[in-house]
């Protein structure tokens, strides 16, 4: 089977108004005037995204940092759920729902090794406790997390209570990402004890005294990266630095600092004992002791900017080329504090993605990790390359993206074999979709069973049946002959919608059909010749609920095909098991119809009469589209109450035509 990669249709034919999609690619503008002093090495500040799911800086080195990936997810909501999970042996990714509060207060929460803790969008908070990493653990990811308020009254300097946000003792591997530290006890962020392969970043620590210290070690071992985090309302440790192997500082913004006539221990960045640190493209406003070192330590600075500043700001030896050991993107000082304002902290945007085949062998293993009943968008992002396996996402399971990663939706391909003689038409199913509120972009669904190479009773083979409500299909193709696409609801009198957008169908008999409300908008329409010269197939096959007025929908779109003129039929009524209440309704609207579609292209099926059914056309064009006395015409005043917007708007206003 061939198909057409992927397009977008620009029009919808001669004499008709031409809608141009135009792609917009908007710079963030950021930064201020007047700092143009500053370092413009690297890429420009756009607003490009500021979060993957992959870990950077030395986090990335010596086999990575993955976190849970690979094990199950699961959401929490209480002390008790996360408790468990987080000290599992097995991994787990942990997503945080809701503000978690820690008793008795500022307990420790234990992390092992192989986890993945993340706030779902960003609601995930710990109040009163912290997230504790005994020695040995390794591979952690903690992000999109608040971690708040166990702060005790009059306990300013930390030295009766050790509350802080995280600590970790002699760990490796572990990427803290994209959460705010704020109003706790002691430390914000404790890295201790030879603690290695650590990226800190996007992060925000506020309102507090000692904020991010790292060391309490004589050995010179922890490689630590720490980026675009923001320091405000803080006194000290922003951070400090002991005996780090290699400490890489660079966009930070460190501002507002606590102002209480300390003259020594009120600093931003430290380099001490035999730290090599390397400080570049930072922006310092309103700090007392922007950076300083040890005479035993080294620190290089670079492009950062100082505004309100005083005393130390030291910088000598050489210390090292973060580059030799991995590449980063740095932005210049000048658009700092606007970027890590807008990007640090948690992020509704982040969510869990589970990589396939990085992190699951296979997208049915990714689809078994989501957990049931699952509230925000987990997207599965499959890897280009062929998946011979069948894929079904149960009705439990529902807002789920399935995401190609290809540059084309013809590279991640998931196909199998199965005709219905062996299980059905269901069975027959390469993907089914029962669950509600499933989108897929950029893939390929088929079903490649050669129906010409063997004989048997149920040649139908099906590449896609969904069920559930509210599907989206953007950039996907659908390959097969007969029934190639099913949509479908749990049963006749259960309206389920489905949106098909810059996507492609081929098939020959019935490959487009069922009882769902159903769009397909400037897509293409492939009608696969069968070799004979007078009927070759049928594209549609409704079912439609006779109280539904909203069956098929085809707009904007393009048939194409590759049969004789005149031997193909735009559709015929199915009545499934001959249910008379399944009364097709199927509407072609500014849609090119090509040769191949016949003069007379409604017919019956299995004793139900197409005249009975609810078939009609509106301003279709091409050589196929000649109106005749067997073609129904919708008038343009019904026309009005039948576009996209009224079949997918349901009770509750769907509307995932609105993006575009």
């Not at 609601?123 to 702060?151: A, F, K, M, W």
């Not at 589970?354 to 890897?383: E, K, W, Y």
């Not at 070799?531 to 609920?545: D, F, H, K, M, R």
Request: with cysteine; net charge negative.
């Amino acid at each position: 089977m061939t198909h057409l990669h992927s397009k977008r249709l620009s029009g919808l034919g001669p004499g008709r108004v031409l809608a141009t999609v135009v792609g917009l690619l908007a710079a963030l503008v950021l930064g201020s005037a007047g700092e143009a002093d500053a370092s413009t090495t690297g890429s420009s500040p756009v607003a490009a995204s500021r979060w993957t799911d992959q870990p950077h800086g030395f986090a990335s080195l010596a086999g990575g940092t993955t976190g849970g990936a690979g094990g199950k997810v699961v959401t929490v909501t209480d002390q008790a759920s996360l408790v468990r999970y987080a000290a599992a042996e097995e991994p787990y990714v942990i997503r945080v729902s809701g503000a978690i509060a820690v008793e008795p207060f500022g307990s420790d929460i234990v992390v092992g090794s192989n986890k993945t803790i993340i706030g779902v969008g960003d609601t995930g908070e710990i109040v009163h406790g912290e997230l504790h990493l005994n020695p040995g653990t390794s591979n952690v990811v903690i992000r999109n997390l608040t971690i708040r308020d166990s702060y005790v009254e009059g306990d300013w300097d930390g030295k009766t209570t050790d509350f802080d946000a995280i600590q970790m003792d002699t760990v490796d591997h572990v990427w803290i990402d994209h959460n705010r530290f704020t109003h706790m006890g002691d430390g914000l962020l404790d890295i201790r004890k030879d603690s290695r392969y650590i990226t800190v970043s996007y992060n925000r620590f506020d309102h507090h005294n000692k904020a991010f210290g790292i060391g309490w070690t004589t050995n010179v071992l922890t490689e630590i990266t720490i980026d675009h985090n923001w320091f405000t309302g803080t006194k000290q440790r922003n951070p400090s630095a002991d005996n780090c192997a290699y400490a890489h500082l660079y966009n930070n913004y460190l501002s507002a600092q606590v102002a209480d006539g300390d003259p020594t221990w009120t600093y931003g960045n430290w380099s001490r004992g035999r730290t090599r640190m390397v400080i570049e493209n930072s922006y310092y406003d309103g700090v007392q002791h922007p950076y300083q070192a040890d005479a035993t330590a080294e620190l290089v600075q670079r492009g950062s900017i100082l505004r309100n500043t005083s005393g130390r700001t030291d910088a000598w030896g050489t210390a090292f080329d973060p580059r030799e050991f991995y590449a980063y993107r740095l932005d210049p000082a000048a658009a700092v504090p606007a970027l890590v304002k807008r990007f640090s902290g948690p992020q509704r945007q982040i969510g869990v993605t589970l990589h396939v085949p990085a992190d699951h062998p296979t997208v049915q293993a990714a689809v078994d990790a989501v957990p049931d009943g699952n509230t925000v968008p987990v997207t599965i992002a499959v890897a280009p390359g062929t998946y011979r396996a069948k894929v079904h996402i149960p009705a439990t399971k529902p807002n789920i993206v399935l995401q190609g990663t290809g540059q084309d939706r013809s590279d991640t391909v998931i196909v199998y074999d199965t005709p219905a003689e062996y299980g059905g038409s269901t069975g027959s199913a390469t993907v089914r979709i029962a669950a509600n509120d499933v989108t897929a972009r950029n893939l390929t669904f088929s079903n490649d069973f050669d129906e010409a190479a063997v004989e048997l009773k149920g040649e139908q083979a099906l590449a896609m049946k969904t069920t559930g409500d509210r599907i989206v299909f953007e950039d996907t193709a659908f390959l097969g002959n007969q029934d190639t696409l099913m949509t479908d609801s749990p049963k006749l009198t259960t309206v389920s919608r489905v949106y098909i957008r810059n996507s492609y169908i081929e098939g020959d008999v019935d490959f487009v059909y069922g009882r769902a409300t159903t769009v397909i908008e400037r897509s293409v329409i492939k009608a696969l010749s069968r070799g004979s010269e007078t009927n070759n197939g049928y594209i549609t096959a409704a079912s439609t609920w006779t109280g539904n007025p909203y069956g098929f929908l085809i707009t904007g779109s393009r048939i194409v095909s590759d049969a004789p003129a005149g031997s193909f039929h735009l559709g015929r009524p199915w009545h499934p098991g001959g249910e008379p209440e399944a009364v097709a309704q199927v509407l072609i609207r500014d849609t090119k119809l090509p040769a191949a579609i016949k003069a007379s292209p409604w017919t019956d099926m299995s004793g139900f009469s197409w005249k009975d059914a609810r078939f009609t056309e509106y301003r279709n064009y091409g050589p196929g589209a000649e109106v005749t006395t067997d073609r129904p015409q919708m008038s343009e005043a019904d026309a009005r109450d039948h576009t996209v917007a009224d079949y997918l708007h349901g009770t509750d206003g769907w509307a995932p035509y609105a993006r575009h």
